[in-house]
């Protein structure tokens, strides 16, 4: 399984800032996702991180709100614009191993709180 | 659409008695299953996952879950909990090509000494 990474890995932020979220993988993977977990709720797919071209967004959430990069196939980063205290969850990252059977590994998650 | 329901939002057993959590999918295909659980403050970390395989699925942990496609269900069983199986459980069905998940709203389990 893969070993995921987040930074930072907890925050506190005034409304109308932004915060980037990074995560790291130790070895190459072929698919890069973003979860939103709000306080006391399950995990919702924000998007698929897609490497070198522009992310797929569910529906709900748009790039303006959560524009996402990912320049190669170990690293990804979200960013939370123009944050709002509804903005405030824990936001992980998932990936899916080459040749894995569909499982997905999470990380540790990014607890964003804002003020 | 693809849907996950986990029939109890809250589970209270007492230690060294089973578990079950229950979990029904809706699908018009038989999907990817998985239990993953949530430690407080801690990452989701996979229990076991159904794949077309064996319907009776072992998991990390003394964790089990059958799929039964009659039912539509992957219930989670445990036969004697212990204080550190407390924790968030979610039961998750895999979109086929798409590697998406559809998670359910989870299970809260508590364990009474």
């Known amino acids: 399984s893969a070993v995921i990474s987040q930074k930072p890995s907890r925050d506190i932020c005034q409304r109308g800032t932004s915060l980037t979220i990074q995560c790291q993988v130790d070895?190459?993977?072929?698919?890069m996702f973003w979860y939103r977990q709000q306080p006391g709720q399950s995990l919702t797919l924000i998007a698929t991180?897609?490497?070198?071209?522009?992310?797929?967004?569910e529906s709900g959430f748009v790039i303006d709100k959560f524009p996402i990069s990912r320049p190669n196939l170990t690293f990804s980063t979200l960013t939370v614009s123009n944050m709002s205290p509804e903005d405030s969850s824990i936001y992980l990252c998932?990936?899916?191993?080459?040749?894995?059977?569909?499982?997905?590994?999470f990380g540790p998650g990014t607890r964003l709180t804002v003020t | 659409a693809q849907s996950v329901t986990q029939l109890d939002s809250h589970v209270s057993v007492s230690e060294g008695t089973p578990v079950l959590l229950r979990c029904n999918y809706s699908?018009?295909?038989?999907?990817?299953l998985f239990w993953y659980v949530q430690h407080p403050n801690k990452g989701l970390q996979l229990l076991l996952k159904?794949?077309?395989?064996?319907?009776l699925v072992k998991g990390i942990n003394g964790f089990e879950a059958e799929f039964k496609k009659s039912e539509t269900s992957f219930h989670l069983t445990k036969p004697s909990a212990h204080m550190s199986d407390a924790a968030e459980y979610f039961c998750?069905?895999?979109?086929?090509?798409?590697?998406?998940?559809?998670f359910g709203t989870g299970t809260r389990l508590k364990v009474l000494a």
């Open positions: 998932s990936v899916v191993s080459s040749g894995s059977s569909y499982e997905q590994y």
């Open positions: 070895s190459q993977v072929t698919m």
């Open positions: 991180a897609n490497q070198g071209s522009e992310a797929t967004y």
């Open positions: 699908s018009s295909y038989s999907p990817s």
């Open positions: 159904y794949t077309s395989a064996a319907t």
């Open positions: 998750v069905a895999g979109s086929s090509g798409t590697y998406k998940y559809i």
